[in-house]
């Protein structure tokens, strides 16, 4: 078992008074092991920015304890704390120029003046940003800003580095680049990360484990494997994956050798019953109400499908996507191939039970995917 | 580029000129005065033309003021260290106090902070005359009419206010994760608040500084109610030139001039600042 660099327990906060102010984190509890690099995914508002200020320290903790290397640091000034940060708004002190920003973080550490300029020689040369060292903030553009500040907190040796977008602003082509050179750089050392990012494909390049948050609730904490595979609800379901997982609401029958969702449109879809496991008959025989769910590129068509009718048909240069009308709803799928369909088309729809994930009706739990439990 | 045709050049030379004129043309006036007897600022038609004497600024220096009617003794150049001293220990004091203030209320939103920061501008709104009715009643009663320390703390009514509200502007401004970056690369708040807010608020604070001097330096009743002859800045003490005899248009003319100087010196020394500050300000809205 490794080291737990950071552990988040029942943590709770409240913008104004506790019980009454707007509730922007909830029972908020997550460890995360030395070492491990971890992203806090999540739309706008969600409570991951909250989450990871708390954590710094610049944000009061309503309830509940954070701990680092063992010891409860809620209470305790952000200096006490040893944690690095890049913010979002790049906070780069306008006084001084960019070389003298990210040596500054070292001013504390007391290291000497060649171990500092050789470390932030290294940081410049990782971020591809050495021939703006010598210029001030106010005249580099956004993006130039963004590594910056981000040299700022990996050059520090701190305990947890916490960054808030910190790749955001950047061109495609840079961020790429810089995502795998700064997960190498924060491997190499052993440093624990935690990364705010509402960018699906960051979080799953970057992170080893993706916290999904919303409205204030952690909705699951795994690996980005897993919560591709193994939603743990609704939300995270549709939440990641692009495009998104496709869901109907469906009603649940079943008569001995047959299980039957009855969609919206009286759109009936029979499964052999021995396509599920019997734990999951179990399961989807107590409830009348529930979600299907599919993921585009694990949808085929085939002759002696369901009958869809084809409503948007785009070719993006390496992969087809196939919007069409199904079941009161719409059904996207992903193919590799150049596929050449008529808008209004009728085409079959086949989806496989092994793809398959259901969701409760009402509380949107995941009951099963493919053929086992949730 | 902006291009300007030669026509539109003059004409805007011209309305500049008259608008220099129009402003400066009292103040070039009164220069004038300051170097003219008595009798040459009252002939008529007045001339631009005389014999330029540095009596007027001599009697100032002496406090020897000749008049037809005698001698009489002004205090001019202690009026004139009066006002340098309440103005300058004012602003500094309000400075030493606002600054913080300014930065807490900025930063920090508390249960009634606003309120607070109401109030203490609302100070600006009240009628110094009304105010000072029941204060010089205190004051009497505390012991503290006519000191200086009474002097200075009612004119924390002028300076306070002013380097609060415009300070704190400024504070707001200062994105306060630019703080929060140095605070958490180990360094203290009050650290913080001297290497990083200060001097990024430093034009706003040299120019609430710089107001505040100068609404102090020409504050006029609070000192006239509160202070006797020999703690009375130079705008009481202007009162000194009308004498029984007349009033004595050539030493209050060298007087403006002496007391307009300080102030003046200041202002082209931190006009950078200045204007910079109020522009700043008035962008913040």
């Known amino acids: 078992m490794s080291e737990t660099a950071l552990f988040i327990n029942g943590v709770d906060k409240f913008y104004g008074p506790i019980d009454h102010g707007v509730h922007a984190?909830?029972?908020?509890?997550?460890?995360?092991?030395?070492?491990?690099?971890?992203?806090?995914?999540?739309?706008?508002?969600?409570g991951k920015t909250s989450t990871l200020r708390m954590v710094a320290g610049f944000e009061a903790v309503s309830r509940g304890t954070i701990s680092l290397k063992g010891r409860e640091v809620q209470t305790f000034a952000p200096v006490k704390r040893n944690v690095a940060m890049a913010f979002e708004g790049y906070s780069l002190y306008p006084p001084l120029t960019v070389r003298e920003n990210i040596a500054f973080a070292l001013k504390a550490s007391k290291l000497s003046q060649g171990v500092v300029d050789e470390k932030v020689a290294s940081i410049a040369k990782l971020l591809e940003i050495e021939d703006i060292m010598g210029r001030y903030p106010s005249s580099i553009s956004g993006g130039q800003q963004q590594r910056a500040s981000l040299g700022r907190a990996l050059i520090r040796d701190a305990d947890l580095h916490l960054l808030d977008e910190p790749m955001g602003q950047l061109e495609p082509q840079l961020r790429a680049l810089l995502r795998g050179r700064i997960k190498h750089f924060i491997k190499e050392r052993g440093l624990t990360a935690i990364l705010v990012t509402h960018d699906q494909t960051e979080a799953n390049a970057l992170a080893d484990r993706i916290a999904v948050m919303e409205g204030g609730v952690l909705q699951q904490f795994d690996t980005p494997q897993m919560i591709k595979e193994r939603p743990a609800n609704l939300f995270t379901g549709t939440f990641v994956g692009e495009p998104p997982m496709n869901v109907f609401p469906a009603g649940v029958s079943g008569s001995g050798e047959i299980v039957s969702f009855g969609l919206n449109e009286g759109v009936k879809l029979d499964y052999k019953a021995s396509d599920f496991s019997h734990a999951v008959r179990g399961e989807l025989m107590k409830r009348s109400k529930v979600v299907l769910g599919i993921r585009p590129y694990a949808v085929r068509r085939s002759e002696g499908g369901v009958g869809a009718k084809v409503a948007v048909n785009q070719w993006l240069g390496d992969q087809t996507h196939i919007a069409a009308d199904f079941a009161g709803g719409t059904m996207v799928l992903v193919e590799h191939d150049r596929t050449n369909l008529a808008i209004g088309e009728s085409v079959g729809i086949r989806l496989d039970p092994s793809s398959l994930h259901v969701f409760d009706g009402e509380s949107g739990r995941a009951i099963s995917h493919g053929q086992e439990l949730a | 580029m902006e291009t300007t045709s030669t026509l539109e050049k003059i004409l805007r030379l011209i309305a500049l000129t008259l608008v220099v004129i129009f402003f400066m043309f009292p103040i070039f006036w009164i220069f004038l005065m300051s170097f003219q007897t008595n009798e040459t600022i009252l002939a008529i038609p007045p001339s631009v033309i005389f014999t330029p004497t540095l009596s007027n600024y001599a009697a100032l220096i002496t406090g020897k003021l000749t008049t037809a009617a005698g001698t009489l003794d002004i205090a001019f150049m202690r009026n004139l260290m009066n006002s340098i001293f309440l103005s300058v220990t004012s602003v500094a004091i309000a400075l030493v106090l606002g600054v913080p203030a300014a930065y807490a209320f900025a930063r920090h939103k508390f249960k009634g902070s606003e309120d607070i920061a109401f109030t203490?501008?609302?100070?600006?709104?009240?009628?110094?005359?009304?105010?000072?009715?029941?204060?010089?009643?205190?004051?009497?009663?505390?012991?503290?009419?006519?000191?200086?320390?009474?002097?200075?703390w009612v004119y924390q009514l002028i300076c306070l206010p002013l380097i609060l509200w415009i300070v704190r502007g400024y504070f707001e401004d200062i994105s306060a994760d630019v703080e929060y970056a140095y605070r958490i690369a180990g360094h203290s708040w009050f650290a913080t608040f001297r290497k990083i807010a200060l001097p990024l608020a430093g034009p706003g604070i040299a120019a609430a500084g710089l107001l505040a001097f100068i609404f102090a330096w020409n504050n006029f009743v609070f000192a006239l109610v509160l202070a006797s002859a020999d703690k009375q800045p130079v705008t009481v003490g202007a009162l000194a030139f009308v004498t029984s005899s007349g009033i004595q248009y050539g030493q209050i003319a060298s007087a403006i001039v002496l007391s307009v100087t300080p102030t003046l010196a200041l202002a082209l020394y931190a006009q950078r600042y200045l204007v910079e500050g109020l522009s700043l300000g008035a962008v913040k809205g």
Not at chain 1, 25 to 46: N, T, Y
């Open chain 1, 25 to 46: 984190v909830k029972q908020l509890s997550m460890d995360v092991k030395k070492g491990e690099i971890i992203a806090l995914l999540g739309s706008s508002g969600c």
């Open chain 2, 120 to 152: 203490l501008l609302s100070f600006r709104f009240a009628p110094p005359l009304l105010v000072l009715l029941p204060l010089t009643q205190y004051f009497q009663w505390l012991g503290l009419a006519d000191t200086y320390f009474g002097l200075i």
